[in-house]
Each structure stands twice: as C-alpha cells, then as structure tokens.
C-alpha cells in the first residue's frame, strides 16, 4: 500500500465557520417550548394544506381510475409521493394519525406492485380515512375512533393481500 | 439558562416542498435565528450557496430533479463547492437502515426522521455544532468521518489495510411496476 492509497484526515478547527459557537450547550427549555409553541399555532395551516395534499392524491387516484391497469404505474407513483408527504408531515402538526395512514398506504404502494381495481379501492380508502382524520381534527391516535379507523384499514389491506 | 443563541447562524433549507420549508423556517426562527434561505431542489440549493455562506444545511432527500443524495455529492466533492466542509442534516422519511447508510455515505452529517419536532430539529441542530466531525478523504469518499464512536479496537486498523468499498448504486425507493 502506497502513501496515496491513505486516508487523509482534516480537523476542522473553526467547525468550518466563525460564527458557529465555540462553547457545549445546554437545552434551553424557554427556546424549545417557544419553538413547539409556534409549530403549533401552524395546526390551522396544516389542515388547509393537507387538504390540498389529499386533493392532489385523489386526483391521481381518479387519474389511474380513469386508465387500463397496465398503464396506472405512473399514476400510482404520484399516489405514493403524496402520501409520502403527507406520512412526513403529520407528526409534526399533531396528527400522527396521518402519518400512520400515510405510511400504511406507501408500504402498500411500495410493496405491493398492484395496480388493478381491488388496490384501487385500498388507496381510496385510505383516501377516505384521511379526509375524515382531517374533518374531524382526530389529533394525536385519534383516541377509540382513531384506532379503529387503522384496525379497519390494517383489515382491509390484509383482506386485499389475500386475494 | 444558557445564552447560547443561534442568532448569528446562516441556515440554508432544501427542500422542494413549501409547506416543510416553512416548518423548518419557523423552528429556525424560534431558536434565534433570522438567517434562513430556502432552496426547492438540490440544484437551486448549490446555486444559493455561492451567495448565501450556510453554515448548516437541512436538506430534504426527494427532490426534483437533483434530490438530497446528488446534491449531497456535488456539495462534498464538486471542485466549484463553495463550502464542502459544510455540516448537511438530512430529513426522511426513509429510515430503513440501507438508506441511513447512502445518505452516510453520501457525506450527511446528522439523518432526521420526519414527522420532525421542534426537539428533533434542535437536537440535531446542536449535535453538529457540538460535536463537529473531522473529514476524511479516501478512496471513493469524501465527507465527515463516518466512525462516530471513539473506540479502542485490538488488531489492524481496516481503514488503513483495506480501502472501503465502492459506493453502492443509488437504489432510491421506487414503486414494482408489475
């Protein structure tokens, strides 16, 4: 092994920039509380903006709805963006719920490879579990409502697998 | 209480969705920092840097059309890198273990799960700030040293006998066509 086949290591003395601080912090517990604080007062906004998300989802569902099945892949994979998003941002306004319906759908999306009418009718329902979360303000699990709405949509998922 | 302050820190967000950029700015904002760029893609993100010295990068993982893992890359190895030295906080949702070890691989300093929370953000925030990484440049990789524990380990040194592994092929998620 020669030299140049070595690793070279670089200290990074100034943390590459000046302005970073030079000190070991503690949690300041007044910043974080303002930060969660503010998140979430972003609750309102989220609901709108999900809204549209769920908007964006159906329309892919009625767009691979509206083609013959070999031809739905592309549509499907708008399906699983959406949702992708939307499994990314619930937690953080709130609703978990969302996230835990939003990962189940991309984990059938992902992992299924079906296009034809029977995942269809999974994405809608899906679709339909989160427009309700939505209408409803089901924050954190939901609570009795919130869990039964994920056992009936775990059921249903195992049902389609099945056939 | 500390009076540490993110006051003077420039944080640059990529990230191609508004509604996550505008959580991120907000956490950004409530820990004390007022200098925050957004960028939509990775591309828009490189180009920001040339004008904007970030001094911690959140950057989403997909993007298009240049996502999280490419910009990652260009930010750590492209000669006209205005900073490859500069700490990248990743967020995902994918957080199975192959992709912890591309975005590490990429050069990432810290992987963020989403949903994220003020906390995590934080958390993540200040672990780059505390615990700055040294770089290492071998064979096939560029980025902060990988090995983020400090152990006492009996034998050879691996990294020196045996240069790692090409970077494996990007094999970011994608739908079974059928």
């Known amino acids: 092994m020669t030299m140049a086949d070595e690793p070279e290591i670089i200290e990074i003395p100034t943390r590459s920039s000046p302005s970073l601080p030079a000190e070991p912090v503690d949690i300041d517990p007044e910043l974080l509380a ?8 972003l609750r309102p906004q989220y609901l709108s903006w999900v809204r549209e998300d769920l908007d964006r989802l159906q329309a892919t569902w009625e767009s691979a709805r509206a083609t013959e099945i070999v031809q739905r892949a592309e549509a499907m994979r708008a399906a699983f963006a959406v949702a992708h998003d939307i499994k990314g941002q619930g937690g953080s306004f709130g ?28 994405v809608r329902l899906h679709i339909e579990a989160m427009r309700l979360v939505v209408a409803d303000r089901m924050e954190g699990d939901g609570g009795d409502a919130g869990r039964k709405l994920m056992r009936g949509l775990q059921a249903v998922i195992v049902k389609t697998a099945g056939k | 209480m500390s009076d540490y302050s993110f006051e003077h820190l420039n944080f640059l967000i990529v990230d191609d969705n508004q509604h996550m950029r505008t959580l991120v700015r907000t956490i950004i904002y409530a820990l004390g920092s007022k200098r925050v760029m957004e960028a939509g893609d990775g591309a828009d993100g490189f180009k920001a840097l040339r ?20 910009f990652l ?44 929370s003020a906390r995590s953000l934080y958390l993540h925030i200040r672990s780059v700030i505390e615990r700055p990484a040294r770089f290492v440049r071998c064979q096939g990789y560029f980025g902060p040293d990988r090995r983020r524990r400090q152990l006492d380990i009996a034998g050879k040194n691996r990294r020196l006998i045996c240069p790692r592994p090409a970077r494996p092929a990007e094999t970011d998620l994608q739908l079974q066509l059928g």
């Open chain 1, 34 to 41: 303002k930060a969660e604080a503010l998140v979430a007062g």
């Open chain 1, 95 to 122: 609703y978990p719920l969302m996230t835990d319906i939003g990962a189940q759908l991309c984990r059938f999306l992902e992992a299924g490879g079906r296009f034809d009418d029977e995942a269809l009718e999974v």
């Open chain 2, 51 to 70: 004008q904007f010295p970030a001094d911690i990068i959140i950057c989403d993982w997909n993007m298009s059309p240049l996502d999280g893992l490419d």
């Open chain 2, 73 to 116: 890359r260009l930010l750590r190895n492209a000669e006209d890198s205005p900073n490859p030295y500069v700490p990248v906080i990743m967020m995902t949702g994918h957080t199975e273990r192959q992709h912890v070890l591309q975005a590490r691989d990429a050069g990432v300093h810290e992987f963020l799960a989403k949903p994220i």
